[in-house]
């Protein structure tokens, strides 16, 4: 396991500018991808910058962690709906199918916990009982399971603003998607959602909620894209202590970007107004935590690769025959 100090040194390594051409940024988040001859694309997983709420900051071994996570996610899911991942020529990048991305991202929901103002326990904590088309009794405590998963799509808000949070019934009302797309893209989400929380069991952890994205390929087939069951687009209990911590009323131990929304919640901060500032050393523990849950779901040690991983990238995808 990598050290927090050689996490910390690693800080300026990690905010250096690639020297290939920029492509695109979305609220913090850094993407480079790169249309190659073959028609396919590119895309490098080097998150350099982690965004909260349009706070930047830096997350050492991010891009390679999240990027070696979803492509070993994505193996364990391939049997309940295909996906875009095409190869992985090295530690930081991955070459993907090109897709037309569909425009509602699928949140699911395993319990009622989250801090900041858009999260089912912050609204209900307020006494909202019909949360996003759903009915919740009285009663329930932060961090309890539900009595099954629930669905909370919501749009892309990009870089200007947040999401918008939509029903189920929405997302066919405005038009955003039709009824049997919906329903094929809604079941898939619950089987994947299972097949996560089957998976972080046997390893010791738990799968709390997570984000889905899906899009189109050329001939109209719903595909799986973007991150899978990452601490970037899921959050995880540590399975062991859990119980204990719930009925004390503590909070679960956090293996995800919940650890960095609950230091700002301490703050004061839930995602609007003045973004207060965060020790550096912050960013180092969440990346210790990046890389762990990496370790106990794949079962392997996590591959750093190269730093920085344009000259190696482009060696390696010549050898595949990918570029000339």
Same mark, same amino acid.
């Given at each position: 396991? %990598?050290?927090?100090?050689?996490?910390? !040194?690693?800080?300026?390594?990690?905010?250096?500018?690639?020297?290939?051409? /920029?492509?695109?940024?979305?609220?913090?988040?850094?993407?480079?991808?790169?249309? /190659?001859?073959?028609?396919?694309?590119? $895309?490098?997983?080097?998150?350099?910058?982690?965004?909260?709420?349009?706070?930047?900051?830096?997350?050492?071994?991010?891009? !390679?962690?999240?990027?070696?996570?979803?492509?070993?996610?994505?193996?364990?899911?391939?049997?309940?709906?295909?996906?875009?991942?095409?190869?992985?020529?090295?530690?930081?990048?991955?070459?993907?199918?090109?897709?037309?991305?569909?425009?509602?991202?699928?949140?699911?929901?395993?319990?009622?916990? &989250?801090?900041?103002?858009?999260?089912?326990?912050?609204?209900?904590?307020?006494?909202?009982?019909? $949360?996003?088309?759903?009915?919740?009794?009285?009663?329930?405590?932060?961090?309890?399971?539900?009595?099954?998963?629930?669905?909370?799509?919501?749009?892309? &808000?990009?870089?200007?603003?947040?999401?918008?949070?939509?029903?189920?019934?929405?997302?066919?009302?405005?038009?955003?998607?039709?009824?049997?797309?919906?329903?094929? %893209?809604?079941?898939?989400?619950?089987? %994947?959602?299972?097949?996560? !929380?089957?998976?972080?069991? !046997?390893? &010791?952890? $738990?799968?709390?909620?997570?984000?889905?994205?899906?899009? /189109?390929?050329?001939?109209?087939?719903?595909?799986?894209?973007?991150?899978?069951?990452?601490?970037?687009?899921?959050?995880?209990?540590?399975?062991?202590?859990?119980?204990?911590?719930?009925?004390?009323?503590?909070?679960?131990?956090?293996?995800?970007?919940?650890?960095?929304?609950?230091?700002?919640?301490?703050?004061?901060?839930?995602?609007?107004?003045? %973004?207060?500032?965060?020790?550096?050393?912050?960013?180092?523990?969440?990346?210790?935590?990046?890389?762990?849950?990496?370790?106990?779901?794949?079962?392997?040690?996590?591959?750093?690769?190269?730093?920085?991983?344009?000259?190696?990238?482009?060696?390696?995808?010549?050898?595949?025959?990918?570029?000339?």
């Amino acid at each position: 396991m %990598i050290s927090q100090n050689e996490l910390l !040194q690693l800080n300026s390594l990690a905010l250096d500018e690639t020297n290939l051409p /920029l492509q695109g940024k979305q609220s913090g988040k850094v993407r480079d991808w790169y249309d /190659l001859p073959n028609g396919k694309r590119l $895309i490098v997983t080097t998150d350099r910058l982690s965004a909260f709420d349009r706070n930047l900051a830096c997350v050492p071994y991010k891009g !390679q962690a999240l990027n070696q996570l979803s492509a070993w996610w994505f193996k364990q899911t391939e049997d309940i709906i295909p996906n875009h991942l095409v190869s992985i020529p090295d530690p930081n990048a991955a070459i993907v199918r090109r897709v037309a991305p569909i425009p509602v991202e699928v949140i699911v929901r395993g319990y009622i916990t &989250g801090v900041t103002s858009t999260a089912l326990w912050y609204r209900y904590s307020l006494g909202e009982r019909e $949360i996003y088309g759903y009915k919740f009794s009285d009663g329930l405590r932060k961090n309890q399971q539900l009595s099954e998963p629930i669905i909370t799509p919501t749009t892309k &808000g990009g870089a200007t603003g947040h999401d918008e949070r939509l029903t189920c019934a929405e997302v066919v009302e405005k038009g955003l998607l039709d009824s049997r797309t919906w329903d094929q %893209i809604r079941d898939a989400a619950l089987a %994947i959602f299972k097949r996560g !929380q089957d998976v972080a069991k !046997q390893a &010791g952890l $738990i799968l709390v909620d997570t984000k889905y994205e899906f899009g /189109l390929t050329d001939d109209g087939s719903v595909i799986l894209i973007d991150e899978v069951h990452t601490p970037d687009s899921s959050r995880f209990w540590l399975d062991r202590t859990y119980a204990h911590r719930f009925d004390s009323g503590l909070e679960p131990e956090n293996f995800d970007k919940e650890f960095v929304r609950l230091a700002y919640a301490d703050k004061g901060y839930r995602g609007d107004g003045e %973004i207060p500032s965060m020790p550096e050393d912050l960013w180092a523990a969440v990346s210790e935590r990046y890389i762990t849950i990496y370790e106990m779901l794949a079962g392997e040690k996590f591959n750093a690769g190269s730093y920085p991983i344009e000259p190696r990238l482009e060696k390696n995808l010549k050898k595949m025959g990918v570029i000339g």
